[in-house]
């Protein structure tokens, strides 16, 4: 028993690490000064990198005076992945009603009743969603699924991904207020 206690220890230790390491990576793309979409596609591939039970991934973000859908950042494990729909609409939109992360597993098994319908119809096996919440609005959704296979995702994974939807709020935010300031130079001298 202790021997296999060592080696779960030693495994938790290392995705520890790994963990520690992806918040570096994405801090280190969102601190530097980069084109917010170019910025979040390298993240995106960092996340593929960590959680290689990921199918497709993406950011969507949301226009700050409409709410609605501005710009969707998309990555696939499949190159030629030409899915018409590129993430479960109705789990973003419950996301972005609520303000709550959802993550599903396995969607034949778990999961608010509709959502889990829907994720069936559609072929998905686990997704897991979090807001992007800033400062002063909802910016957006990182949204990531597995069409492969269910148990995808894990209760660390959605803490993480927590932690990341800050970080990329406030960069979201930080760019569209550097943007608008260097778009307005009568702003800058009040």
Avoid: W
């Amino acid at each position: 028993m202790g021997e296999h206690s060592g080696i779960f220890l030693e495994h938790k230790e290392r995705t520890n690490q790994k963990k520690l390491e992806l918040l570096y990576r994405v801090s280190d793309i969102l601190g530097k000064n980069v084109p917010i979409k170019e910025a979040l596609q390298k993240v995106l591939d960092h996340l593929f990198d960590f959680l290689r039970r990921m199918d497709r991934g993406a950011f969507i973000l949301l226009d700050p005076d409409t709410g609605e859908v501005r710009e969707i950042i998309f990555r696939s494990k499949k190159s030629a992945d030409k899915s018409v729909d590129l993430f479960c609409k109705e789990v973003v939109d419950e996301v972005l009603s609520r303000r709550k992360a959802i993550a599903v597993s396995d969607a034949r098994a778990e999961g608010p009743e509709e959502i889990a319908d829907t994720l069936r119809v559609h072929n998905f096996e686990s997704v897991m969603c979090v807001p992007l919440v800033g400062v002063s609005q909802i910016v957006g959704v990182i949204y990531v699924d597995s069409v492969q296979r269910p148990f995808g995702f894990q209760k660390e994974d959605l803490s993480l991904f927590m932690d990341l939807g800050h970080r990329i709020a406030y960069a979201v935010e930080n760019a569209r207020l550097s943007s608008e300031l260097s778009t307005s130079p009568d702003l800058l001298f009040c």
